[in-house]
């Protein structure tokens, strides 16, 4: 059974940082490129960030580039996703998602990920 379950949102004043986790299961990790997805509130969800199955390869949404980092260990299974210099803005639910191809690079068409994690809500206040 395939699952991947998000970790490590909260409440951060604007200017700080926070770590988000996403632990995956059920299927060769290694294998898939993953990517991140947040939806603030009244907006439709958005890409983030993506990284390929080694993690050689990366890339943001113009929104946050600089500002966030994604990572992968795959011998942990899990992906990463540091956020640095928060603003309001970023206030969203963050969500991690399996891309549906395996050994592929990632497209940021979200039918293109079969498996989504229940999400992390991330607030900044300012």
């Known amino acids: 059974q395939v699952r991947v379950v998000e970790s490590g949102g909260g409440l951060v004043q604007d200017g700080g940082s926070l770590r988000l986790s996403c632990a995956a299961s059920?299927?060769?990790?290694?294998?898939?490129?993953m990517s991140w997805y947040r939806q603030a509130p009244g907006k439709e969800r958005e890409f983030v960030a993506r990284?390929?199955?080694?993690?050689?390869?990366?890339n943001y949404v113009d929104a946050v580039k600089g500002r966030f980092t994604i990572s992968r260990d795959n011998a942990k299974s899990t992906v990463y996703l540091q956020m640095n210099s928060l603003n309001p803005e970023d206030t969203a639910v963050y969500y991690c998602?399996?891309?549906?191809?395996?050994?592929?690079?990632?497209?940021?068409?979200?039918?293109?990920?079969?498996?989504w994690g229940q999400g992390t809500q991330v607030t900044v206040s300012s």
């Open positions: 059920g299927f060769t990790f290694s294998s898939y490129a």
């Open positions: 998602a399996k891309f549906r191809r395996a050994l592929t690079l990632p497209t940021t068409q979200e039918n293109d990920y079969d498996y």
């Open positions: 990284i390929s199955t080694s993690g050689v390869t990366t």
